[in-house]
């Protein structure tokens, strides 16, 4: 079909998108573009310009980062929580618990921004932060379910996941293009030590607010200020 | 003793140390505290605003960034050979792999800049990296003798060690002040993962050229790029 051309049968064209719906877009493209290589810590400055679009016309859409990351990464988390759901409906559940964690770290591996969302907590993302506690209380069921078939280990604690996380994001990090499959043999190496009877006793796990705070500082410098030109 | 004052069998007065030197102590003592700080990412110019010198100076000092580093860390880098050599002097082999795996980890966590040192290579600095190959030369030998007594994985690699240190580096960074000690937790999960017999068989590890590209391309941007002004 020629361009303008319309089916006899199509219904009416829908009204022009407006102004600030197509720069909205374009800066969400272009953040999913800049984070997923260069992690959160890339400035909204490298994404306006990925987007085309004047700094200011990039705050009055985003006025914080944290709005950003919300709209980048909402459906990513989607996805995450889906990976918890196929993990709980697993008749197996150390299988998967096991396929859950591969997925997980896979993730990460496939988008840098992703795994720093991992490791951080946003608390003005608020799309993104809802589908978090939902994948946190699937997590906490399966870890149960898991040790109950006797194949997880007594003490393994649901924050050794975010610890996993952590970890991963350093490999993943580090490795990038030039070994794109190391993260596979940690992810690995990290399923075997979770595995029941455990070798060893292990140190404490960090208390969960001392890993809330973490993630909180760990968010990328600026992810919750206000924009510095909310009117520009 | 009032300053000045010469104690009779005092040897006769050094001669004032040159500006030149005592701006190269103050750099390295600048910029040892902001990357422990901060890791390798951050600024020669901040390192040169903590030092109080200017850059121009700074750049007299240290063309490179390489240069800085190798002279803030082969230091350190002694201290992480002799971690090993301890570890080689252990009548029991797996206790002293053990005991290195927990040294070298708590040398990263107590000094950002050095967790990056460990995920990277720095071909410009000589003395760090001349100390950093004998370290390997004798973990080698460690791992070997460790496999010998059956207590360590037959498949451990060398390069396990490595992404041991990039996993840990995002544990320390991750959690930092707010959650100091996770990093132990975290450091005994791997050990056990690695005790004999393994749990199961692992994805096989990078190419040993592979992660020696990665780690030259872990090195903070500019690490190894010349000073934009060496006359300055």
Redesign the interface.
């Known amino acids: 079909m020629t361009p303008g051309a319309q089916h006899p049968d199509a219904p009416a064209p829908q009204p022009l998108r407006s102004d600030a719906e197509r720069n909205r877009e374009r800066i969400v493209a272009a953040a999913r573009k800049v984070f997923a290589r260069d992690g959160l810590g890339a400035s909204m400055a490298s994404v306006a310009r990925e987007a085309g679009v004047g700094i200011a016309t990039m705050f009055r859409r985003f006025p914080t980062k944290e709005e950003l990351v919300d709209a980048v990464f909402a459906d990513r988390m989607d996805a995450y929580a889906q990976a918890v759901a196929v993990a709980l409906d697993d008749p197996d559940p150390w299988h998967g618990f096991v396929g859950y964690i591969e997925a997980a770290c896979a993730m990460q591996a496939a988008d840098v921004g992703f795994a720093d969302v991992l490791?951080?907590v946003f608390p003005g993302a608020k799309a993104l932060e809802r589908r978090r506690d939902e994948a946190y209380e699937g997590m906490v069921r399966l870890i149960g379910r898991a040790k109950e078939t006797g194949r997880l280990r007594e003490d393994f604690d649901p924050s050794?996941l975010v610890?996993l996380h952590?970890?991963?994001?350093?490999?993943v990090?580090?490795?990038?293009d030039?070994?794109p499959?190391?993260w596979?043999?940690?992810a690995?190496?990290?399923t075997?030590?979770?595995?029941a009877p455990?070798?060893?006793p292990?140190?404490?796990?960090?208390?969960h607010e001392?890993?809330y705070?973490?993630?909180?500082?760990?968010a990328p410098a600026g992810a919750g200020a206000p924009a510095p030109d909310k009117k520009g």
Chains 1, 2 share one sequence.
């Open positions: 490791t951080a050794d610890l952590m970890a991963n994001a350093g490999v990090s580090s490795t990038g030039a070994a499959d190391a596979r043999r940690v690995a190496l990290f075997q030590s979770f595995e455990a070798r060893g292990l140190p404490a796990s960090p208390r001392a890993l705070q973490a993630m909180l500082r760990t």
